[in-house]
């Protein structure tokens, strides 16, 4: 597919996702959005596909949140419908996709552009970012999962401050409140990123969705984590991969997963 808000690019097993609307600090408009929705559908039904580092252009910006200009106009119903059409077709897809995602975070990442970072299973930022949802400095609240995923990351009072603040914070106090990873200098972030993804695409790509599956599960209401785990686990057994893997520990050679 050709897209014209995102570069897509695959290599050594990584698909590379960069949002590039540098003009608007790569903000986040319904047709990136619907772009990142199949980069991801796409990411994850390839299966030499192992991993993926979602940033933005140029060295300013990862997202500085939802196209402005776009959602000043929407009616009560259009802004649920939007919110529920958006968190199905990207947050919750890319939070629930079996291939592993890594947000590298560039710049600003504001509002939308922290929740798709917090959507991504990783996040590691270089020392110029500044993260908020500054949401209610427009009137809205966060509506891309943001209430909910961010008191899961930082807990309950920091989420607190940071929404009703509408502040940003920077990459030393995001990792020390648990937002980020890592941090480090911009020209270290992709290699970075990299260096993890090399430890991911090693690993048995059927164990890390089942693991994704069941860690998830653990925050969703009315869901046991503890049994889907042991589902899952189950599950293992069934798979050749676990097959390669255990007879490759035992032949003492490196599984070709
Ligand atoms: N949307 C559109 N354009 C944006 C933008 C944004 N979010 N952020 C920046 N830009 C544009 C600016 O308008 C400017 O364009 P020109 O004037 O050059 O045409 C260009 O990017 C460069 O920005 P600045 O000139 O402002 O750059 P500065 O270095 O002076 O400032 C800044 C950088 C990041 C502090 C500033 O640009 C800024 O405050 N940006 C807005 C941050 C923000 O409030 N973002 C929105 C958060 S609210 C929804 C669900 C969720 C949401 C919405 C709807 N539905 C379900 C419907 C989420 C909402 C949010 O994300």
Redesign the pocket.
């Known amino acids: 597919m050709d897209y014209k808000n995102i570069l897509f690019e695959c290599k050594n097993a990584i698909a590379y996702i960069t949002i590039n609307r540098s003009?608007?600090?790569n903000?986040l408009n319904a047709e990136t959005i619907a772009e990142l929705s199949s980069a991801i559908t796409l990411a994850e039904n390839d299966k030499s596909i192992k991993c993926m580092i979602i940033t933005g252009a140029e060295d300013k910006?990862f997202v500085?949140?939802?196209?402005?200009?776009e959602?000043a106009n929407?009616s009560k119903k259009e802004?649920e419908n939007?919110?529920r059409k958006?968190q199905e077709s990207l947050f919750d897809l890319l939070e629930n996709c079996g291939t592993p995602s890594i947000a590298a975070i560039n710049g600003?990442a504001?509002?939308?552009?922290l929740e798709l970072a917090m959507a991504c299973h990783i996040r590691i930022a270089s020392e110029n970012a500044k993260m908020g949802l500054?949401?209610v400095?427009?009137g809205?609240i966060?509506?891309?999962g943001g209430t909910q995923r961010l008191a899961n990351l930082v807990g309950k009072g920091k989420a607190m401050e940071m929404i009703t603040t509408a502040g940003m914070i920077l990459a030393a106090d995001a990792k020390s409140w648990g937002l980020v990873n890592y941090f480090c200098t911009q020209e270290k972030l992709i290699p970075l990123a990299e260096k993890i993804a090399s430890k991911i695409i090693r690993n048995s790509p059927s164990a890390i969705a089942k693991a994704i599956k069941a860690v998830n599960a653990g925050f969703e209401e009315g869901i046991n984590g503890f049994e889907v785990e042991k589902k899952e686990f189950g599950n293992c057994f069934e798979s050749e991969e676990f097959k390669e893997g255990t007879n490759a520990f035992l032949e003492k050679r490196k599984a070709n997963f």
């Open positions: 003009k608007q600090l903000a910006a500085a949140g939802a196209d402005i200009k959602f929407y802004g939007l919110a958006g600003f504001l509002g939308g552009g500054p949401e400095s427009l809205v966060p509506g891309y």
